[in-house]
């Protein structure tokens, strides 16, 4: 094979953080706490300051965190939401989160997802959507967010996917403004004019 | 690891297929033909019916073709605009298109990108959009192309992303026509009302 292959794999830190705790998370803050851990162990390990996660909505299972791989792994594709996603399918052997006999899966984002993730959620069979810092906290601070559709929400809504905004958006908003502070780098802003 | 990993590579007979074709694609309808082939080809090997491919676009030489591997990986995100985005980065090992120093790059697509591939070229520093199929040819048989921002072209070209519509469409759609023909599976044409 004459092209260069790309393996998606977590950290082994992350397998770390993950031992040190439980395997349900019963709240969405609960949920939306792991994920602003992963954010911000990301920042300490030369990542993005972006955290997701996958649950069983109901029983409130963890099935596959996700942390933003962009810089690490030199791919701009595998943003956190992305990366929780392609994991939990994987180990669900699946493309369809809402395929017969399955629970329903709730993503967990410590930003509410950019243009393209939402596009992605849309297509992974997720069921509910749980956001912590908005698009405009984002957006405050320089992150380009892309260019979204009219009424996302609702269209998300009108897909069968729940949308819920706000948990611990005070905290999720911390750690954006935390990787600002340390000099993180605003990767894709650039914005040239032709 | 208690994760699955996920492994991005090109089955063997996209590189049977290449290794029959020229290195470089002068014309965009060459560089569609291409797109086409694959496509059509991924339809024989189980998969959807959609191709991509980067190019220099100034030289037309090949960086890194695509095609659509959701069926046959379990995986949602890897549409053939996303495949050959990642492999692209990964042959560059630079996660931005547009880095200091690089020729500017073409991504040719036999369908108009769905919503989530449009925000992955965002991200991605393609400098140079081909489209096939429109997205209403898509639509017209079945696919759900996703929710799209409005004016999406011009918000695309704002970002200095060059759009052109309409090589080889007729080919293009011919494409999606022989994937419903030959009883291909509309995946993620879900669309449960809650």
Request: with cysteine.
């Amino acid at each position: 094979m004459r092209f260069k292959t790309y393996t998606l794999q977590l950290p082994p830190w992350v397998d770390d953080i993950l031992s040190e705790q439980d395997q349900i998370y019963p709240t969405v803050e609960e949920r939306m706490a792991l994920a602003i851990t992963l954010a911000t162990n990301n920042i300490k390990n030369n990542g993005g300051p972006f955290g997701a996660a996958v649950f069983e909505r109901e029983s409130g299972r963890l099935v596959a965190p996700g942390i933003n791989l962009v810089l690490q792994t030199n791919c701009s594709v595998v943003h956190a939401e992305i990366v929780a996603i392609m994991l939990t399918q994987q180990q669900l052997a699946n493309f369809d989160l809402s395929a017969e006999g399955f629970p329903d899966y709730e993503l967990v984002s410590t930003t509410e997802p950019c243009a393209m993730c939402l596009g992605a959620i849309t297509w992974s069979g997720i069921s509910s959507l749980v956001c912590g810092a908005r698009d405009e906290d984002a957006r405050s601070i320089g992150f380009d967010e892309g260019d979204k559709p009219e009424n996302r929400f609702a269209k998300l809504k009108s897909r069968a996917i729940s949308v819920t905004l706000d948990v611990l958006r005070d905290e999720a908003k911390a750690v954006l403004q935390q990787y600002i502070d340390e000099g993180g780098i605003i990767y894709n802003g650039r914005m040239k004019i032709i």
